[in-house]
């Protein structure tokens, strides 16, 4: 099991306590409003009278507290949106922000609407475009359009506490173009990185490192492998990253269309106001935070499990919202080709110094397993949510993406989500609830996977028996590795080669299970003390694309009893200077002594016998490969 103090279960707990202040939670909604208003369409459906009705039921639905909107084009638009909010039978009082939404080359722009109860209103401001590119031709590109910043406090009903917050607005480019054919232009994707880098930079240079920071918006990211995602997420250049609670996609996929946000519609301009069509099939709006927020740093904590992309109930993919079966799909498939994205967050969420996860842990039951039963690929954090691992129980090394041990690894190759299996993607995944890689070549190949279990027995540990599954997928043509070692203090490890796998070079198109068991003795495993279990990947033989290989039901037991005088070791290390004289034999024998001058050495294994570096062996050394003796 993992120790972990659960953050939002203690601070509903907290809430429920005599003379402790009961908690305060706000939602934050974000929604691209297509074009609104537009008092020249007449279709029915796409007035901006009929819109209005509709986005009134819409948020009436969603409830929000804060509610982010880009392509709005004016301010007069801004007021009948506002107004619908405070007509509504939310029975809240809402405010906008002041500055009029840019037009964007008539896009519109962004704007914040608040309840005032909760939210003071500070200041807002442009995000200034200073990063550029060169395109072929010479020319200076930047990002489009400009994202905004709203900087709140925001209050509890319960407390006069001020807690700052700042909110982001962007959109991004859209698009999927290399721009081959236009010199003048650089790739799509790399204009949307340039938007993203310009809000990065401004936090990095005006924000406070315990200041809370939402970032929301229509961002047109293909997938979670695109710079801009990465600039957000994991950009090593930006110590102030931001957590993505859906984690990776795969656009037009079936198995990924819950978080899908666009389109509504499978036409184009159904309702007159212009808007793609093509049916549900993109994810293109995002609502990210910062780690302040995600560690409950500073008052303000995301509560897990609440991100909704609102009225995305049934649909397949590239079908339309009509065709799901949210009572409210007819308002969203005519207001806008957007679906809302929405979360919660809990306001006087107290500091929670030791809130972190820490390594796996051997208590006083004697026995660990871990059968990743809640796993879903969803990455490795220091407050894993479900579906997520901690991140100080596994080390990873040898991928393209770096690792931060402790730290949030939730997007790119930690977080691939789950699989059917046969995918190629480099990068961790689910699978039938076991961790799941694909090595590439440049993931994993060569890599390790550290998984790290301590000594909560409270008594020295001699003895283990250790068992855990590798499952291979060989649909590919390499020979691959997955060897096994472990290590006492992180930092030396005996590998066990017969608790290792390798695939052939061959595709047989068949999931493969190496059920692995071996026992360990003379551990000398103190109280607190640590055990780490690396499996390392490699290429053997052949060419072209990679198997797969996944771990699961991983236990340790502890051994009470010594073994008895008569049974055949499973593992024995013989690592004296000098070895004494005598015949050693177990199923495996892995040594790196030095053979004594006077004295006669047998080593009898009944699997392996594994010199390491180190050995030195003379004539009075003799290896023999046969079933072990009885022991007298």
């Not at 995002?286 to 302040?292: G, H, I, K, S």
């Amino acid at each position: 099991m993992i120790k972990k103090l659960f953050l939002l279960i203690l601070l509903t707990t907290i809430g429920t306590l005599p003379g402790i202040f009961a908690q305060t939670t706000f939602k934050v909604s974000t929604y691209n409003v297509l074009r609104f208003p537009n008092n020249g369409n007449s279709t029915p459906g796409g007035t901006d009278t009929d819109r209005l009705a509709a986005f009134q039921t819409i948020m009436e639905d969603i409830n929000p507290d804060v509610l982010i909107v880009q392509e709005l084009k004016t301010a007069t638009g801004a007021n009948s949106l506002l107004n619908a909010l405070n007509t509504s039978n939310l029975n809240k009082t809402f405010a906008r922000t002041p500055n009029a939404p840019d037009d964007n080359f008539g896009t519109g722009g962004n704007m914040l609407f608040y309840n005032t109860a909760l939210f003071t209103f500070v200041s807002e401001n442009g995000v200034p475009r200073t990063n550029t590119a060169t395109s072929p031709n010479g020319t200076t590109v930047q990002s489009p359009r400009s994202a905004d910043v709203y900087r709140f406090y925001a209050t509890s009903t319960n407390s006069s506490t001020l807690t700052p917050v700042y909110f982001f607005s962007t959109h991004l480019k859209a698009g999927s173009s290399s721009h081959n054919s236009d010199p003048s232009q650089i790739p799509d994707d790399d204009r949307r990185s340039l938007g993203a880098q310009d809000i990065m930079d401004y936090i990095q240079q005006n924000l406070n490192t315990n200041d809370n920071a939402i970032i929301v918006g229509d961002m047109n990211f293909q997938d979670e492998n695109e710079p801009g995602y990465i600039d957000f997420t994991s950009n090593p250049a930006y110590t102030n990253q931001f957590a993505d609670p859906l984690g990776p996609w795969t656009r037009d996929s079936q198995s990924s269309v819950a978080k899908f946000t666009q389109s509504t519609r499978i036409s184009n301009g159904v309702v007159g106001n212009g808007g793609s069509g093509g049916g549900l099939c993109d994810r293109f709006d995002f609502l990210f935070f910062n780690e302040n927020i995600n560690n409950a740093n500073n008052n303000i904590a995301f509560n897990s499990g609440s991100i909704e992309i609102f009225g995305n109930t049934n649909i397949s993919v590239n079908q339309s919202v009509l065709g799901g079966t949210h009572p409210l799909r007819q308002q969203l498939y005519n207001f806008s080709d957007h679906l809302p994205v929405s979360a919660e967050f809990i306001l006087d969420a107290p500091t929670m110094p030791n809130n972190s996860c820490t390594a796996y842990s051997i208590d006083t039951s004697l026995v660990f397993k871990e059968d990743f039963s809640d796993y879903a690929g969803q990455g490795f954090t220091d407050m894993p949510a479900p579906g997520q691992l901690c991140s100080n129980a596994w080390i990873f090394d040898g991928f393209s993406d770096p690792y931060v041990s402790g730290g949030t690894n939730v997007s790119n190759d930690y977080a691939r989500g789950s699989t059917n299996s046969g995918t190629s993607q480099g990068g961790i995944y689910e699978y039938n609830n076991s961790l799941w890689i694909q090595p590439t070549g440049s993931d994993f190949t060569s890599g390790t996977a550290t998984m790290i279990v301590c000594n909560d027995t409270g008594n020295t540990i001699d003895s283990l028996e250790l068992s855990f599954d590798i499952l291979i997928l060989n649909d590919q043509n390499r020979a691959n590795k997955f060897d096994f070692s472990y290590s006492l203090d992180g930092t030396n490890y005996t590998e066990l080669p017969t608790m290792s796998a390798t695939s052939i070079a061959a595709p047989t198109d068949m999931l493969d299970v190496f059920l692995k068991n071996t026992k360990l003795y003379n551990l000398n495993m103190l109280p607190d003390a640590c055990f780490y279990l690396r499996w390392t990947g490699g290429d053997v033989s052949g060419s072209g694309s990679r198997d797969e290989f996944g771990l699961d039901n991983i236990m340790l037991n502890v051994l009470q009893t010594p073994p008895p005088p008569t049974a055949c070791l499973s593992l024995l290390l013989v690592n004296d200077i000098p070895i004494t004289g005598g015949v050693y034999q177990a199923d495996t024998i892995i040594s790196a002594g030095i053979v004594s001058f006077v004295d006669t050495i047998t080593f009898k294994a009944q699997d392996c016998i594994k010199l390491d570096n180190g050995f030195i062996g003379i004539q009075n050394f003799n290896a023999e490969i046969e079933a072990c003796e009885s022991q007298k």
